[in-house]
């Protein structure tokens, strides 16, 4: 069964911390990998789509980097303004072309001044 | 840039009510999706629609219904809202083929049963 787990639950930084958000997968055949923010009552904004091990996206402060079983979201030096929760998704080979996206929990940041 | 729209921020309503969620997307997607999301549960998918007047059965489809009758819209009913059906609804399009995968999510309707 196609499984996403995302570590931490919550993470707290100071402003100009950088660090990273851990997501876990299991899925029979990866067709792709997503990750999205979601501000507080808001739907998730999507961020980016890895396909294959190695590949890495950047955006502004944000990184994404994966190997063939996680998936980690670098944070380089955030502000406040990347307060957020952050969510991972998976996408199986046997999802059809139906696009059906298996998502984790999710990982909420607080960034501080 | 994609645009998917919800046609309720907010809506309250009681038990026993039938109760419409519209979703309009504007980039001429052919899926489109509806979850739920509660803490601690995350997103769950309810049902999904590959093309006009198809619909298939998400991880939770009890309680709810769907309709699409033209590419752009695609409507969840709630046939007897119970309190349990309290929750934030999101909209979902992605386009087929095309090498992309991406899902793009409308605000969301924050629905409460009383």
């Known amino acids: 069964e196609d499984q996403v787990t995302q570590s931490p639950e919550a993470l707290r930084l100071q402003e100009g911390e950088s660090s990273s958000l851990n997501c876990s997968y299991t899925?029979?055949?990866?067709?792709?990998l997503f990750w999205y923010r979601q501000d507080p009552g808001k739907g998730p904004e999507f961020l980016f789509t890895l396909y294959s091990a190695g590949e890495e996206k950047e955006k502004e402060r944000l990184k994404a980097t994966l190997t063939k079983k996680e998936s980690f979201l670098h944070i380089t030096a955030p502000k406040p303004e990347d307060s957020a929760t952050y969510l991972c998704?998976?996408?199986?080979?046997?999802?059809?072309?139906?696009?059906?996206?298996?998502f984790g929990a999710g990982t909420r940041l607080a960034v501080h001044p | 840039d994609v645009k998917v729209t919800q046609s309720s921020r907010y809506l309250v309503k009681r038990t026993g009510e039938k109760v419409f969620l519209e979703c309009v997307q504007d980039m001429d997607h052919e899926n489109m999706f509806w979850y739920r999301q509660d803490p601690g549960l995350g997103l769950r998918l309810i049902y999904f629609?590959?093309?006009?007047?198809?619909?298939e059965k998400g991880d939770i489809p009890e309680g709810y219904s769907v309709s699409r009758e033209k590419k752009e819209r695609f409507s969840l009913i709630l046939e007897s809202a119970s309190t349990n059906q309290t929750s934030m609804y999101l909209c979902?399009?992605?386009?087929?083929?095309?090498?992309?995968?991406?899902?793009?999510f409308g605000p969301g309707t924050r629905l409460t049963v009383t």
């Open positions: 899925v029979s055949g990866l067709r792709g």
């Open positions: 998704a998976v996408q199986g080979l046997f999802s059809g072309g139906y696009n059906k996206l298996i």
């Open positions: 629609s590959y093309d006009v007047k198809m619909k």
């Open positions: 979902a399009s992605s386009p087929r083929g095309q090498g992309r995968h991406e899902q793009y």
